[in-house]
């Protein structure tokens, strides 16, 4: 039986030993393992180190090799003190390491593992039909990487844990309905807190991100928690139910037959999943304008630009949000204005562009000039290498030139909801191209 120390050693000499040549049976020469006893006992060289535990250390080697092939290097051969390495012939580790370890060789591991991805590969192709046609499903593309990697002998991304990943990633991608993320969690756990421990949602949100297939980018959102949301949001995941918020004169008809009146002044929301049910909405204002950030959509509510329909979307505009800004103008050809009012910086016309981009609407932007950034200069932040690399791609395509290249030249970016509060009402509209 092994104490600490021997143990220790033998789990530093089988790592050095799955590094080398012998092990993966390509040697030409003979090689030797060489473990330094700092390895196995780190204060070993230290002047600070305890001598009793250097002394029980050097027992216990010496003892070990007595009954092994392993064998000691000194310093000094002549005297035979402070310990230089433990050696171990290369061609005599198997199976001898594994055995007095209690493990097996890594290959032995790995190969171990290829059929669990080979099991939800399958699984995949067969349930997930999410997919466009000759597109892999993202837990199938995962998992043919894995194998590939395992059969390299390489580990595995989510080595123990990964069933537990596979199974809520796939269930996330064959998700039929929408569904809260603790729902989901009881769906595929028994237990609602499951999926947010042990990073097992940041886990599977990895396989969705570096495996599936979007309209939207990384770089469309303010922060990387947008972007998860949103990619969710693809497979009619959310964390919590977000709501569409209307202020203005309309009046919206729902499939079932539900009808809304809406009055400025009265604001009213409409469950983000439930804007698929609309069949129809008559707008009685002439100008409509979307809003960024839900504090700035709060302020104009009680006193936003005359006839005005004014809506905040909640978040990414994803397909269901751009199929419904598309009703609303196919439905209102009497809308003389299409506004957008956001942030004052690269990632505010950057979601202005996405969304001119996927309705075909040609929204302007409301407040968003350089007026704006010099009035409020005080409220003003400094750009970050992240908003000079968005602004310099924008002005590459001769987008919103204007106020990009003061952003650049006075390295300044504004949030919306300084404009939105010290304007107060909102009632000048000044629209800048």
């Not at 204005?337 to 690269?346: A, M, N, R, V």
Request: aromatic share 10%; net charge neutral.
């Amino acid at each position: 039986m092994t104490d600490r120390w021997q143990r220790k050693l033998l789990l530093c000499a089988i790592d050095h030993y799955e590094r080398t040549s012998t092990y993966r049976g390509e040697n030409t020469v003979s090689q030797t393992i060489r473990v330094r006893p700092d390895e196995v006992c780190p204060s070993y060289f230290s002047d600070l180190a305890d001598v009793k535990e250097i002394g029980e250390f050097e027992r216990s080697i010496k003892a070990f090799v007595q009954t092994t092939p392993f064998r000691i290097e000194y310093k000094d051969r002549r005297l035979k003190s402070e310990f230089a390495a433990i050696c171990l012939p290369a061609d005599r580790a198997e199976p001898l390491l594994y055995d007095l370890a209690g493990r097996i060789p890594k290959r032995d591991r790995h190969a171990a593992e290829i059929p669990l991805y080979r099991k939800f590969f399958r699984k995949a192709n067969e349930l997930d039909t999410s997919t466009c046609a000759g597109v892999c499903s993202p837990v199938a593309l995962f998992c043919q990487d894995q194998m590939n990697r395992l059969k390299e002998d390489k580990n595995s991304r989510f080595g123990d844990g990964a069933e537990d990943v596979l199974r809520f990633t796939l269930t996330i991608c064959t998700n039929p309905e929408d569904i809260l993320i603790r729902e989901l969690s009881i769906r595929v756990f028994g237990d609602s807190k499951r999926a947010e421990k042990n990073s097992l949602l940041g886990q599977s949100l990895y396989i969705l991100r570096t495996y599936g297939r979007y309209e939207f980018l990384p770089e469309d959102f303010e922060n990387p928690r947008d972007y998860d949301d949103a990619v969710l949001a693809e497979y009619h995941v959310y964390r919590n139910p977000t709501y569409v918020n209307f202020n203005g004169n309309a009046r919206i008809v729902f499939e079932n037959g539900t009808e809304l009146r809406l009055r400025r002044g009265v604001p009213m929301a409409v469950r983000s999943d439930q804007i698929c049910g609309i069949r129809s909405i008559i707008i009685e204002d002439s100008r409509f304008m979307t809003i960024e950030n839900l504090t700035s959509y709060n302020r104009m509510v009680s006193g936003g630009p005359k006839d005005t329909f004014l809506i905040y979307l909640a978040g990414y505009h994803n397909k269901v949000k751009q199929d419904f800004l598309t009703l609303i103008r196919e439905e209102n050809p009497q809308i003389r204005e299409w506004l957008h009012f956001g942030d004052i910086d690269p990632d505010g016309f950057y979601i202005l562009e996405n969304l001119r981009r996927k309705t075909g609407i040609d929204f302007i932007p409301w407040h968003m000039g350089v007026e704006e950034l010099e009035n409020y200069r005080s409220y003003g932040k400094a750009l970050n290498e992240n908003d000079r690399t968005k602004a310099a791609g924008l002005i590459a395509k001769n987008k919103y030139n204007e106020v990009l290249l003061h952003m650049l030249g006075q390295n300044i970016k504004l949030e919306q909801e300084i404009v939105s509060w010290k304007t107060g009402t909102g009632n000048q509209i000044e629209i800048t191209e």
